[in-house]
């Protein structure tokens, strides 16, 4: 793995963007993670780039593992248009964006924004959107093995002991908690003005989801599909809020199918 920083310029200011690459051809894949920080994307990225022809760029979310986030970043519909822009620092184009919870939510938020340079988006058991009868788990509220119990399919796989942590790792996990609540807006995690800007998406959507998912439960994952035009859902068994993590090996075929389907064949072969 390969890490760079990229300076992104909006019309509010500019900041540095941290991106970790796997791979170093093929195509191009933007791969956001969620609330638990890039670690719970990196095994996957790395399985993605080391089992097919992709390059994987996951960028660290400004705020999170120690990063800047400058004062004016404070929503996700800012935060992905700060990755559209990366888009073109980096000049990728046929780029297939996959996004985990919060980071599902930030590429929902690319996909409106229509940039021409991505091909595909796969929302992966992604938040963003108020359904009323499917409320979004108050994640804040709980300790590592409750929320451990809602997120995974088998829990036992996934042991968390807080105590093993050092001061620093402590330090880093509290401001990446600060961060996530800040860019969410509010504990129900969902912007009431999303569900508008996804009914005009054009780009091919996929909405995959964990089924044993307590966090976001699949009839959420089943709405978040109907509000996007032509958007496909995709219910994967036996695994919970991060697939990408719990069954990666059943979920990177999903990924990598959709992304063929809907890309440039020559971007997966160079």
Known sequence: MTRSTHTVALDRGGLDVTV??????????????????????????????????????????????????????????????????????????????????????????????????????????????PVPGHPIADTFGLTPVELSRLSFHDPSKFHFDPSALTDAQRAVLAENRATLQLYSGSYEMADPGLPARLAKVTAPVLVAWGASDKVVDAGYGRAYAAAIPGAEFRLLPGTGHMPQSETPEQFLPVVWDFAEAHGDAHSARV
């Open 20 to 129: 970790d690459v796997q791979g170093d051809h093929g195509r191009p894949v933007l791969l956001l993670h969620g609330g638990g920080g890039p670690q719970t994307v990196t095994p996957f990225a790395a399985l993605l780039a080391g089992q097919r022809p992709a390059q994987v760029f996951t960028p660290l979310h400004p705020g999170f593992d120690g990063t800047v986030r400058p004062d004016w970043l404070t929503d996700v519909r800012t935060l992905a248009q700060v990755y559209a822009r990366l888009l073109d620092v980096l000049d990728l184009r046929d780029v297939a964006v996959v996004g985990n919870s919060i980071g599902g939510w930030t590429a929902a938020e690319l996909a409106a924004l229509g940039s021409d340079r991505i091909s595909s988006v796969t929302l992966v058991n992604a938040v963003g959107i």
